[in-house]
């Protein structure tokens, strides 16, 4: 079993940055991937990045892309959303999650049915 807890939400200007962290506790040897999704309300979780638990290949959304980034700190078994140049429609809550398959070499997941494990979700909110 892998725990994820997001963390690092919040209240900021448009235009500003804000950096959501996930933790991972419990199986993280048997991690392949780990995404981050966001839901607005009255809307459906969407993709926002993923990346290979060890690191190397990253997929971002087309709305996020330039101004998001993953980072890693694998002494924490933690991963970092970055986000900057935030927009008013950047606000939702936003989850991490995690497969605990392989994808496939060099394949990254986009749909939230491929992960398995799932953090509690943080709130952002990009006033305008």
């Known amino acids: 079993q892998v725990q994820l807890v997001e963390s690092g939400g919040g209240l900021v200007r448009a235009g500003g940055p804000l950096r959501l962290s996930c933790a991972a506790s419990?199986?993280?040897?048997?991690?392949?991937?780990m995404g981050w999704f966001r839901q607005a309300p009255g809307k459906e979780r969407e993709f926002v990045a993923a990346?290979?638990?060890?690191?190397?290949?990253?997929v971002y959304a087309d709305s996020v892309k330039g101004r998001f980034t993953i980072s890693m700190d694998n002494a924490k078994n933690t991963r970092y959303l970055q986000m900057s140049t935030l927009k008013p429609e950047d606000t939702a809550d936003y989850y991490c999650?995690?497969?605990?398959?392989?994808?496939?070499?060099?394949?990254?997941?986009?749909?939230?049915?491929?992960?398995?494990?799932w953090g509690q979700g943080t709130q952002v909110t990009v006033s305008s």
């Open positions: 990346v290979k638990w060890n690191g190397g290949r990253t």
């Open positions: 419990g199986r993280t040897f048997s991690i392949d991937a």
């Open positions: 999650a995690a497969r605990t398959t392989p994808y496939g070499p060099g394949a990254l997941p986009t749909i939230p049915s491929a992960f398995d494990s």
